[in-house]
C-alpha cells in the first residue's frame, strides 16, 4: 500500500474495515495508491533454484517499499481459509464476506456490463468444451486466448428465449478471456441455487438445484476460492485458471454459505433451478450449431459448446464506499470480477486503454490511470489490481510467474515516479510514500519492522524521480511479450 499525502496518525479501522472513516482517525490520509498483486505468494520451485517466484524476481521498487514500510501477513477473511478473490477483496474493501457474500456471479456480470435489477440472478461463465454422448465435461475453459470467438458468441447467446420459462430473459456479456456474465431477469428468482460447473475437468456437467445447508464453501459449490474452485494454489501447483485442483464438489473449506432457504422459499428456489436449467440447455443448443464451433472443429481446437454457470448471485446492497470510508475510490482492474465488485461499491471504474486482465495487459497503462486520478484529485483512493500473476501460477509456470513480477515492480516505479512528478509540478509539500496499515480481526502483522507497531513510516524513492515520464500507455512490459497464452 502507497500512501501518498497527509500522514494518518494511528488509525485504527473498525471490525469490517480495513481502511480508516473519519470516526475512527484524528486525521484521514489524503490520497492513497492501493497495488494489490493477484496471486503473489508461492511454494519453492527447483527449476528457480529452490526460491519462490518472488525471490526470483526483480523488484527493486517492491523491495524499497518493503525496506522503508510495513510489513506483515494478512488473512483475508480468517486464518487458514482459502478464500476467493471475491471474498478477501470485499474484506479487504471494508465488508466482511461472511455478513453479505451472496456469490461472485452478480460481480462477474456487472463488470462485464450487464445491468441488474432487485430479483435477477447472475453467474459466472466459462465457455466449455462438454462430451454431449457422457455430459463429461472435458475441458473448464476450451481457450484461453478468446478475445476474437467470445464476444461474438455471447451475442449469439445474448436474450435467448428461456424454453417454459418466456416471463424470464436471458442476457449474456463477454468477460474476459474464456469468461462471460450471464444474467437470468425476472420475477421469483432467488440466488439460492447452484450451477451447472463440475468444477474439475473429467466430471459430468451438474443440475442445477436449490443449495443444501450442508454444502461447505461461499455459496455455490465452493466459490469461496479463486474462480470458484474451493482453492487458492500458486504456480507450483500447476492448476489452470479456475484452480482445479480442489476437490469433488462439497470437499470446499469451510467458510460462509447460503442456507437451505425455508419451506416458503423453497419453491423459489425450486423454480429457479428449473428455469437455470432450461437456460443452461437453450444455449448448449445454439453453441452445438454456430458456425464459430464448426469452424474450431476444423482446425482440431477444442469447439466451445457448453457455457458452465456457477456463483449464483444477487447484486448486493452494500453502503456506498464515499459514505463508509470517507473517500472516493476508484479502481483499475480490467478483470470483471475486481471491477464488478468495485461497482457494487459505490467505486469508479477506471478506464485503462490496452488493460486486458490477462498475461498481455498493459501494466503501465494501469499505473497511469491511478497517478493521473489521484494527481487531479479526482479520487482519494485509487485501487490497482494486478491478475497476470495470479494466472502464472494457476498455470503452473513459475519461470513466467517471476518475469511477469519484475514486469509488475516496474509498473509499481512508474506509478512512483508519476505520483512524484505530479506532487513536484503542483508545488505540493512532502515526499511521496508512506506505509500504514489497519489491524483487525483476521490481520497478523508479526513481523514488524522495529519490534512494535509502528501506524506511520516515511519513505522516499530518489531513483523513482530518475524514471521515464514519456512512456506510452499502452506500452507492454518485455517480459510479457514471450509468454505463451495457451
Known amino acids: 500500500i502507497i500512501y501518498r499525502g497527509h500522514t494518518a496518525s494511528r488509525c485504527h479501522s473498525s471490525y469490517n474495515s480495513h481502511f480508516p472513516t473519519p470516526q475512527s482517525c484524528s486525521m484521514a490520509p489524503e490520497r492513497i495508491a492501493f497495488v494489490l498483486i493477484d496471486g503473489l505468494g508461492d511454494v519453492n520451485e527447483a527449476g528457480l533454484g529452490g526460491r519462490t517466484p518472488l525471490q526470483a524476481a526483480h523488484t527493486p521498487f517492491l523491495d524499497a517499499i518493503a525496506a522503508a514500510g510495513l510489513n506483515g501477513l494478512m488473512d483475508p477473511v480468517a486464518p487458514g481459509l482459502a478464500c476467493g478473490s471475491d471474498t478477501a477483496h470485499l474484506s479487504l474493501l471494508g465488508h466482511d464476506p461472511r455478513a453479505c457474500y451472496r456469490g461472485r456471479g452478480a460481480f462477474e456480470s456487472l463488470g462485464a456490463g450487464l445491468l441488474m435489477d432487485p430479483g435477477d440472478i447472475a453467474f459466472k461463465a466459462n465457455f466449455a468444451t462438454l462430451d454431449p454422448a457422457s455430459g463429461i465435461v472435458l475441458r473448464r475453459r476450451a481457450d484461453r486466448r478468446f478475445e476474437a470467438e467470445g464476444p461474438v458468441l455471447c451475442a449469439a447467446l445474448d436474450g435467448l428465449p428461456i424454453p417454459g420459462f418466456p416471463e424470464l430473459g436471458l442476457r449474456v456479456r463477454y468477460a474476459t478471456e474464456h469468461r462471460a456474465g450471464v444474467v437470468i431477469a425476472g420475477p421469483g428468482l432467488t440466488d439460492a441455487i447452484t450451477g451447472t460447473d463440475p468444477l474439475r475437468d473429467g466430471l459430468p456437467l451438474l443440475d442445477p438445484a436449490p443449495v443444501e445447508e450442508e454444502r461447505g464453501g461461499y455459496g455455490e459449490q465452493g466459490n469461496g476460492a479463486a474462480d470458484g474452485s474451493g482453492v487458492e494454489a500458486g504456480g507450483g501447483q500447476g492448476t489452470d485458471a479456475e484452480g482445479n485442483m480442489g476437490g469433488p464438489p462439497g470437499d470446499e473449506p469451510a467458510g460462509p454459505r447460503k442456507e437451505r432457504p425455508p419451506p416458503s422459499a423453497r419453491s423459489a428456489a425450486c423454480y429457479s433451478a428449473a428455469a437455470t436449467r432450461?437456460?443452461?440447455?437453450?444455449?448448449?443448443?445454439?453453441?452445438?450449431?454456430?458456425?464459430?464451433?464448426?469452424?474450431?472443429?476444423?482446425?482440431?481446437?477444442?469447439?466451445?459448446?457448453?457455457?458452465?454457470?456457477?456463483?449464483?448471485?444477487?447484486?448486493?446492497?452494500?453502503?456506498?464506499?464515499?459514505?463508509?470510508?470517507?473517500?472516493?475510490?476508484?479502481?483499475?482492474?480490467?478483470t470483471r470480477i475486481i471491477r464488478g465488485l468495485a461497482l457494487t461499491l459505490g467505486m469508479a471504474a477506471l478506464d485503462v486503454p490496452g488493460g486486458t486482465g490477462d498475461y498481455h495487459t498493459a501494466l503501465h497503462a494501469k499505473a497511469q490511470a491511478v497517478a493521473a486520478a489521484l494527481s487531479a484529485?479526482?479520487?482519494?483512493?485509487?485501487?490497482?489490481?494486478?491478475?497476470?500473476?495470479?494466472?502464472?501460477?494457476?498455470?503452473?509456470?513459475?519461470?513466467?510467474?517471476?518475469?511477469?513480477?519484475?514486469?509488475?515492480?516496474?509498473?509499481?516505479?512508474?506509478?512512483?515516479?508519476?505520483?512524484?512528478?505530479?506532487?513536484?509540478?503542483?508545488?505540493?509539500?512532502?515526499?511521496?510514500?508512506?506505509?500504514?496499515a489497519c489491524v483487525r480481526e483476521g490481520c497478523r502483522l508479526d513481523q514488524l519492522k522495529g519490534g512494535r507497531m509502528p501506524y506511520w513510516s516515511s519513505m522516499s524513492f530518489p531513483a523513482a524521480a530518475s524514471l521515464p515520464s514519456d512512456v506510452p500507455p499502452v506500452q507492454r512490459h518485455p517480459a510479457q511479450q514471450s509468454i505463451p497464452l495457451w
Open 278 to 334: 432450461a437456460a443452461s440447455d437453450a444455449m448448449r443448443a445454439a453453441l452445438a450449431r454456430h458456425p464459430i464451433n464448426a469452424e474450431r472443429v476444423s482446425r482440431g481446437l477444442p469447439p466451445a459448446n457448453v457455457v458452465l454457470l456457477r456463483g449464483c448471485g444477487a447484486r448486493l446492497a452494500l453502503p456506498a464506499f464515499p459514505a463508509r470510508h470517507g473517500l472516493r475510490g476508484g479502481v483499475a482492474a480490467p
Open 377 to 436: 484529485h479526482r479520487l482519494d483512493l485509487g485501487f490497482l489490481h494486478v491478475k497476470a500473476v495470479d494466472d502464472a501460477g494457476h498455470d503452473g509456470s513459475a519461470a513466467h510467474k517471476a518475469a511477469l513480477l519484475g514486469a509488475v515492480d516496474a509498473m509499481v516505479g512508474q506509478l512512483l515516479a508519476r505520483l512524484a512528478r505530479a506532487r513536484l509540478d503542483s508545488g505540493e509539500e512532502g515526499g511521496v510514500g508512506g506505509a500504514w
